[in-house]
């Protein structure tokens, strides 16, 4: 079994449509395919009828912004049912926040002497919900400015660059709860990316986060070491935390990100289903079940 629970399309800052990306996880032999994109789950219903269509079997998900201990941190949340009201609010606010965002970074950008404008970064990010920062860099990457996304993070738009804007994000204990009231269940994406800050996810950390709801964490990632895989899949084993892997597959939009370049075990999608199954049945909630038989 192949099975990616981690990939973005072009409703977030993918390049491939919900129904390519599908029809290319089955191309590729893929059994189980998670479309997570960045605080929407707009890409859905295309991503269903592609897989109803493939037999690809498809996990819908979101890869939620939040916050912990001063912290980014995104959540990959599972099967919620997307019509639960504390949900919708808590994306809209993380959405408004991204897109109310833009025109900050590229006044600042244009401080910097650069020639760019919010159009420049909208005609980019096409079919997008979510105007994001990767948007941002493909408009300086098609002005020449950079060669690739790294490269305008590195320089310009990453925490500690000349352009970076805040944002707000949804803060994780809340938002774990949040989406198990909506009937999903929460798994920590890439925990110990270096990119970000991280200290407050040490196993202390985790065991916390495991009593507000929490079901897993993401092992197998690009962002991780093999070292780091190591300690990571230690502390789940100690915890109980489901262990995943997956691509964080963008498309074109990010290099070395290749679909199921890391897969999560059988086992462990057994599990992190079997949570699903329970939480959707506490919750009450109409929330959407697996298309396909894994
Ligand atoms: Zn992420
Ligand atoms: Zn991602």
Request: charged residues 25%.
């Amino acid at each position: 079994m192949r099975i990616d629970l981690h990939t973005h399309s072009d409703r977030s800052d993918g390049t491939d449509s919900p129904a390519e990306l599908v029809r290319r996880a089955g191309d590729q032999r893929i059994d189980v395919l998670a479309l997570t994109d960045h605080d929407t789950t707009e890409g859905w219903q295309e991503a269903t009828e592609a897989a109803e269509r493939s037999g690809v079997v498809l996990v819908r998900g979101i890869e939620v912004s939040a916050r912990f201990a001063g912290s980014a941190v995104h959540l990959l949340a599972y099967l919620p049912d997307p019509t639960h009201p504390e949900l919708v609010a808590e994306l809209d606010r993380v959405l408004d926040g991204r897109n109310g965002r833009l025109p900050a970074i590229v006044t600042k950008l244009r401080g910097l002497g650069l020639d760019i404008e919010a159009d420049d970064v909208r005609r980019v990010a096409g079919q997008a919900t979510a105007l994001g920062r990767p948007h941002v860099a493909d408009a300086l990457v098609a002005k020449g400015v950079v060669v690739d996304r790294d490269d305008a993070f590195s320089r310009y738009l990453g925490p500690r660059g000349p352009a970076y804007v805040d944002r707000y994000a949804a803060d994780l204990p809340t938002m774990i709860r949040t989406v198990a009231a909506a009937g999903g269940v929460s798994v920590i994406a890439h925990p110990w990316a270096s990119r970000h800050d991280h200290e407050a996810l040490d196993e202390a950390g985790l065991a916390a986060l495991q009593d507000a709801g929490l079901a897993g964490i993401e092992v197998d990632h690009q962002d991780h070491s093999p070292e780091v895989r190591t300690v990571l899949r230690g502390i789940a084993g100690n915890l109980g935390l489901v262990a995943t892997g997956s691509s964080d597959y963008h498309g074109s939009g990010k290099v070395d990100h290749e679909l199921a370049c890391n897969t999560t075990a059988a086992d462990q999608l057994d599990r992190l289903l079997e949570l699903a199954a329970d939480a959707r049945a506490r919750s009450g909630r109409d929330a959407p079940t697996v298309v396909g038989r894994p």
